[in-house]
């Protein structure tokens, strides 16, 4: 039989007690906090859910800052692009007035006018803002890609943001070439090869303006050479020659080239990099060769310049009072258009696809925080619940021990 001293019952009830006061606060942490788990060996399984939970809903939450930035900024890029419409449906008007050959010289100076004030206006919107980021500036968004010397300081190279987990989409359009690109006039498939049997005089010729020159430039060939022009790599050759002749003051016809292939047919290409890059040709006023090469837009040929420099050509025409060249613009004036509805299409998909993934993400977050909840939050009317009953176990505790342990120095020295 074992003894059991008064040392072995005041242990036992300390022990007792202790666990019932451990038990008494754990439901007093979790009635403070909300939670159950309050550290790791709460529930070391239930910690790494916890974790792994909250690791999702924060990064939940940047992908959903993420959309919500690259709203706002696409919203200001449409907006911009919408102003644009306005400016070249205005500019589309105006030119259809101009080309119409009943104005006489104050009227189309007027006209030419309200152009050049649309033109400043185009480039104002070209260094449209985010904040402190130009929508049109590609990634060099801190600086203002259309500078007032004519230059571009902004490149086509899109902005990624991330929306989803190795989810990124480009919250940027690429309008560089639409503002601003290397003018050219290409000719393309079915240009003659072959002027020879023209006859050479007066000789074949075509009209150019380079740059935004407003004067245009007679070019004239000799069919008869030498070398005879039958072949395109010659007549290409010709035609450079004639155009490096021409002779104008801060207009580079020195640096044209002009090269021929099978696919592109005659390509004449400026040599500005600016906002003022572009080659425009008319036919010639003798003998006109541009129908046979398919040089300039009017005989099936295209010409590549941006907005600026179309405007320029415009400007040009009108106020020389030419109408046949500026009723040959409107079909630039158009291109810009299309392609600018067609960017914009571009800006709303793109604003569709983010609201989606903003709607599909606040639902995920909802999902996340009730899963985050279901596994750490506690039943507060059953911790409560708890809580009483722990207090009462531990009060009894206390009047039990009280009565147990009564025992005094008195008792010992009788």
């Known amino acids: 039989m074992i003894r059991i001293t008064n040392n072995m019952v005041a242990n036992t009830l ?3 007690m202790n666990n019932n006061m451990k038990n008494l606060y754990k439901l007093q942490e979790q009635i403070a906090t909300g939670r159950t788990i309050n550290k790791p060996s709460d529930n070391p399984g239930g910690l790494v859910r916890s974790l792994r939970l909250r690791s999702d809903i924060t990064a939940n939450e940047q992908y959903l800052a993420n ?3 690259s709203l706002s900024y696409m919203d200001t890029t449409e907006s911009a692009m919408n102003n644009l419409t306005s400016v070249l449906n205005r500019v589309r008007g105006l030119t259809v007035q101009a080309a119409n050959g009943t104005n006489d010289d104050s009227a189309l100076q007027s006209i030419a006018e309200e152009l050049s004030q649309l033109r400043e206006q185009l480039r104002t919107i070209a260094n449209s803002t985010y904040g402190s980021k130009y929508v049109f500036a590609g990634s060099n968004v ?8 004519g230059q571009w300081t902004g490149n ?4 990624m943001r991330e929306i989803g987990s190795e989810v990124k989409i480009p919250v940027n359009i690429d309008m560089k070439s ?3 690109q290397p003018g050219q006039s290409i000719s393309g498939t079915g240009a003659s090869t072959d002027i020879s049997s023209l006859p050479a005089s007066p000789p074949p010729s075509f009209r150019i303006q380079v740059d935004g020159d407003a004067a245009v430039h007679t070019i004239t060939l000799d069919p008869l050479g030498p070398p005879a022009l039958n072949n395109g790599t010659d007549i290409a050759a010709a035609m450079q020659t004639a155009i490096n002749a021409v002779v104008q003051p801060d ?18 290409s400026s040599a500005s990099t600016g906002t003022n890059s572009g080659v425009h040709i008319t036919s010639g006023t003798n003998n006109d060769v541009a129908d046979d090469l398919k040089l300039g837009i009017t005989t099936g040929g295209t010409e590549n310049a941006g907005i600026f420099a179309v405007m320029d050509q415009i400007i040009n025409a009108v106020t020389s009072g030419d109408s046949d060249i500026t009723s040959d613009l409107l079909g630039k004036i158009d291109q810009k258009l299309d392609t600018l509805l067609t960017n914009r299409a571009i800006v709303g ?5 983010l609201e989606m993934q ?5 639902s995920i977050d909802i999902s996340y925080t009730g899963l985050l909840s279901d596994n750490e939050d506690a039943d507060m009317a059953e911790v409560a619940v708890n809580l009483q009953v722990q207090e009462n176990v531990y009060n009894a505790s206390l009047a039990v021990g009280a009565k147990i342990i009564q025992a005094s120095l008195i008792d010992f020295l009788k």
């Not at 998909?349 to 696809?353: F, G, Q």
């Not at 903003?358 to 606040?362: F, G, M, P, S």
């Open 14 to 16: 300390t022990r007792n």
């Open 67 to 69: 959309i919500s930035d």
């Open 142 to 149: 801190t600086e203002a890609p259309c500078t007032e010397d």
């Open 156 to 159: 086509n190279t899109e902005l």
């Open 178 to 180: 639409w503002f601003i």
């Open 251 to 268: 207009y580079d016809y020195a640096g044209v080239t002009v090269t021929y292939d099978a696919v592109n047919g005659y390509v004449i």
């Open 349 to 353: 998909a793109r604003t569709n696809r």
């Open 358 to 362: 903003q709607t599909r993400l606040k």
